[in-house]
């Protein structure tokens, strides 16, 4: 299995406070990815990044915030949790993006309850 | 935003071979269809990917025709264990990454 964690794998928090889910990665791909997962909706992108401090919005991007300062590690930011945000969140890597092959490596997924 | 349809659920019984079929009329010249599994409580895994024609590996096989507007993940013999969600995911140009709603998979002892 390709070298990705997340944390934490749970956590419970209150509306209106702050949540860092940390991705972590031991495969040096380029590119890192930030899903949700809730019922009927499948998974959808939140955000990605294509680099080093190089990040871009995903389909569902409002309320959330991201941050790559080292190739290894994506940071999904809640700056003010909400309870629509309760959902799973799985991070992802791949070598490689767009009409190229892409075959993305996901990680175990981090389950949020905003209360 | 680029979409894909595949049939919500599909049941099957151990020993048959499982069709799933995903609808993507406006691909692009250059893109590629690629198909995930997902159990409960896991993330997404990577099964198999292809262009056109035909592809195989040890999982499955997948059937892309000429026009490439349609794609078919063929499961041989399943058992059990392939109970699952299966998600068809095809690359439209520079747009982002979309994973549809799936397809779930219930095999029946």
């Known amino acids: 299995d390709a070298g990705i964690t997340q944390s934490p794998r749970h956590k419970v928090t209150e509306t209106g406070t702050p949540v860092t889910l940390r991705c972590h990665q031991t495969e040096n791909h380029r590119y890192m990815y930030w899903y949700r997962q809730d019922p009927g909706h499948g998974l959808r992108l939140i955000h990605y990044s294509y680099g080093v401090k190089d990040t871009d919005k995903g389909e569902v991007s409002d309320g959330y915030s991201v941050s790559r300062s080292k190739t290894e590690d994506f940071l999904l930011t809640l700056e003010s949790a909400t309870s629509s945000q309760t959902s799973v969140y799985f991070c992802?890597?791949?070598?490689?993006?767009?009409?190229?092959?892409?075959?993305?490596?996901f990680g175990p997924g981090t389950r949020l309850t905003v209360l | 935003l680029a979409k894909t349809t595949q049939p919500i659920s599909m049941d099957s019984y151990e020993g048959q071979e499982v069709n799933i079929t995903c609808s993507h009329n406006n691909i692009a010249t250059n893109d590629y269809i690629t198909w995930y599994q997902q159990f409960p409580s896991q993330g997404p895994r990577f099964i198999i990917q292809?262009?056109?024609t035909k592809v195989t590996n040890e999982v499955a096989s997948l059937f892309i025709p000429a026009d490439r507007k349609s794609s078919t993940l063929s499961l041989p013999r399943v058992s059990l264990s392939d109970t699952a969600v299966y998600y068809c995911?095809?690359?439209?140009?520079?747009?982002?990454?979309?994973f549809g709603t799936g397809t779930r998979l219930t095999i029946i002892p």
């Open positions: 995911l095809v690359i439209f140009g520079n747009e982002k990454l979309t």
């Open positions: 992802a890597i791949s070598e490689s993006w767009g009409a190229a092959r892409n075959e993305q490596f």
């Open positions: 292809g262009y056109k």
